[in-house]
């Protein structure tokens, strides 16, 4: 396609199965070149595909130690999922949150719910339809880094804090 002088250009991508997605491309500030009048540019968009009921991790939604709010490193990965959500209308997620092994069992079932319902209201804050999404406490039952407890570093532990997201829908 041509492109008009000092004009900011969205390409959106779709296809099924693969999660919508975005790209950005500008032509302000090119000067042409007349030794050149015809340039080609490219826009990649890439489209990951959408595999229900897979877990994914989300970097750096990680946890402090008996706490369940939102860290300010976790605040980007999350916008970043609220503009996948908000590009993908029709999905529904599940955010998972987990606990390292150090308290008792219902204690940390309890605040693996807490921490994966902060999610969930993140998300909202940031404009997401709640019927799109839901929280689950896995508790320390499902955890990334399987190390004894008494023996668990605190990177291990904190590997174990986490919120991960799967597509229900």
């Known amino acids: 396609m041509e492109l008009a002088e000092n004009t900011d250009y969205n390409f959106t991508a779709t296809l099924k199965e693969y999660l919508t997605n975005k790209a950005k491309f500008s032509t302000k500030g090119m000067a042409k070149d007349p030794s050149n009048p015809v ?90 339809d709640a019927g799109r999404l839901s929280a689950v406490g896995y508790g320390e039952t499902q955890p990334a880094e399987n190390c004894a407890c008494s023996r668990c570093t605190e990177a291990e532990h904190q590997a174990n804090r986490r919120t991960t997201f799967k597509i229900v829908e």
């Open 39 to 128: 340039q080609v540019f490219e826009v990649e968009i890439v489209l990951d595909k959408i595999y229900r009921d897979r877990e994914i991790v989300l970097e750096n939604i990680y946890y402090d130690y008996d706490k369940w709010d939102i860290r300010p490193d976790a605040e980007p990965t999350l916008n970043q999922l609220a503009e996948v959500l908000k590009q993908n209308p029709s999905i529904r997620i599940q955010l998972g949150s987990h606990t390292d092994c150090r308290g008792n069992e219902g204690y940390n079932e309890d605040l693996s719910q807490k921490r994966a319902q902060s999610a969930v209201n993140y998300l909202i804050s940031r404009g997401i």
